[in-house]
């Protein structure tokens, strides 16, 4: 899989607001008192750090980035054909999960 034509998809759906929120990304952002803003910041630099493509309808990735110092992933997945997202899930990652770079599970 090409990850630039990933990133580029991911990149553009944010731009052109082809951007579908799940309820359950909603859910957990309440939880984890994460906004809007702070997940379009991460759609806008982010790297791709898992891939998951058995998931369904669409492939999904999972990405990491910061908004402002507060590191996030999220998932998210991707139609790159229509250049759309779907956003599943976005959570702060847990230090004795990740290495310090939380790109890299221990």
Sequence with gaps: MDYDIII???KNA???N???WKDHIL???RQRKITVSEVLS???DFQIIEVYNDDKPFPSYLLMGYA???PLHIVAAVNAE???IHLVTVYIPDDSI???DYRRRK
């Design 8 to 10: 580029s998809a991911i």
């Design 27 to 29: 859910q957990r952002m």
């Design 18 to 20: 082809a951007v579908f």
């Design 98 to 100: 990740w290495m310090d």
């Design 68 to 70: 402002e110092d507060r």
């Design 14 to 16: 944010s731009q052109n």
């Design 82 to 84: 229509n250049f759309e």
């Design 42 to 44: 991460v759609l806008k």
